[in-house]
């Protein structure tokens, strides 16, 4: 029997949604209900970094779950292993703990701080920083408007101007177990912090005994034509965490950390149901093969070279960014307008913040999407 709701009626109201449902998607494009193609500059939120149905993920999502879906963390299974060497290898040995999304691999991060600094509890964070919204990831954010609902928040947490490396310093002292900061800060449109920045958190921390943490869910996996956008500054964080294009849509996350840090953590200290599972394992090797094999993180540095030339040129707009994570800032609360009006013709743009347009397209978006869309984004924000 009917119960007269719609599917809307029985989900939560915590989504403002597009008034669109999308049915298919392959590579920079996705398909709606209606079978009208959108260029993707969404992807995700810099999650699509390899695109949409990337057939050399999409094979080995269909070969492991023929295989094996699910054990218990309990046990060792090969994807898992495999994937753990692999991101070792591109983080001169950081040994990593699985999980299911952003937030998660802050919780842990924060965790492993607070046990590796044996009494010392208080994390430093960044204002604008937006690290999840769990409750520990919650209260090292940010942005008092995410928090407020939710208090009392967690206790511990102090918040420095971000890319201020003076009021960094002078927050540090003796209590202090980690600093955590996002190398670019994508959620607040896309802030970049003055060049020598992380290289002094780096030093502060050296100096007190912090860890730094780094949270590189959404700039990391070649997001900023680097790999890692921390190696835009030749630093090495205690911990970083990942994300996003980790798993290519299926739920990824991962906590890394340097070999003494990761020793701070005994069986029991934490776990996860589902993190590092096979399948999804399957698919983040998979996105490591295509990044590597298609050049992916030297076509992001390209590409938003050139992404960054052309919207410079563009009147009464600030472009900022580096590789494919770019913010266009718009000014006067039109942000959501400006998306509007792309949306409209047919581009996926985000509205990061009431007056920053973002842009994280797939890493692989063929040029002449990429383009065209970049001239539907430019008649959208002269339209508003």
């Known amino acids: 029997m009917s119960s007269g709701l719609t599917s809307e009626d029985m989900r939560l109201n915590t989504y403002k949604r597009w008034p669109v449902g999308f049915v298919a998607g392959r590579g920079s494009r996705l398909i709606d209900q209606d079978g009208r193609e959108y260029v993707d500059l969404v992807a995700g939120i810099a999650v699509m970094s390899v695109g949409h149905s990337h057939p050399r993920v999409v094979q080995a999502i269909r070969d492991q779950a023929a295989e094996l879906v699910h054990v218990s963390n309990l046990y060792e299974t090969e994807p898992q292993r495999r994937l753990a060497e692999r991101l070792g290898a591109s983080t001169s040995g950081m040994r990593s703990f699985f999980c299911n999304s952003g937030a998660e691999a802050i919780e842990c991060a924060l965790k492993l701080a607070r046990k590796h600094g044996a009494g010392r509890s208080r994390i430093i964070a960044a204002d604008g920083s937006f690290h999840g919204r769990t409750f520990g990831a919650l209260a090292a ?9 939710f208090e009392p928040n967690l206790p511990g947490f102090t918040h420095v101007p971000f890319g201020d490396a ?7 002292d003796d209590d202090v177990c980690a600093v955590l900061l996002e190398p670019i800060q994508g959620e607040a449109g896309v802030m970049i912090p003055p060049d020598g920045y992380l290289a002094t ?13 780094l949270d590189e869910v959404q700039t990391g996996l070649g997001r900023t034509g680097r790999l890692f ?18 798993g290519a849509g299926l739920p990824a996350g991962a906590c890394l950390a340097r070999p003494h840090v990761a020793e701070t953590f ?43 030339e052309r919207l410079g040129s563009h009147r009464n707009v600030v472009v900022r960014g580096r590789g494919l994570l770019i913010g266009i800032e718009v000014g006067g609360g039109r942000a959501r307008a400006v998306a509007e009006a792309a949306f409209a013709r047919g581009v996926l743009v985000n509205d990061a913040t009431p007056d920053v347009v973002r842009l994280c397209p797939p890493l692989n978006i063929p040029e002449d999407d990429l383009h065209g869309a970049l001239d539907v984004v430019g008649e959208a924000i002269d339209e508003v």
């Open 201 to 213: 958190a780096r030093r502060l921390c050296d100096e007190s005994g912090a860890l730094l943490l």
């Open 166 to 172: 003076k009021a960094l310093e002078e927050a540090m």
């Open 141 to 149: 954010t940010g942005q008092p408007s995410k928090r407020v609902a």
């Open 266 to 308: 005994r069986p029991g200290d934490h776990a996860s149901t589902f993190g590092g599972g096979p399948v999804v394992c399957a698919a983040a090797l998979a996105v490591l093969d295509v990044l590597e094999e298609e050049r992916l993180v030297e076509r992001s540095a390209r590409l938003g070279a050139s992404v960054l």
């Open 229 to 246: 956008a921390h190696q835009h500054e030749g630093v090495v964080p205690d911990v970083m965490c990942l994300a996003k294009a980790l």
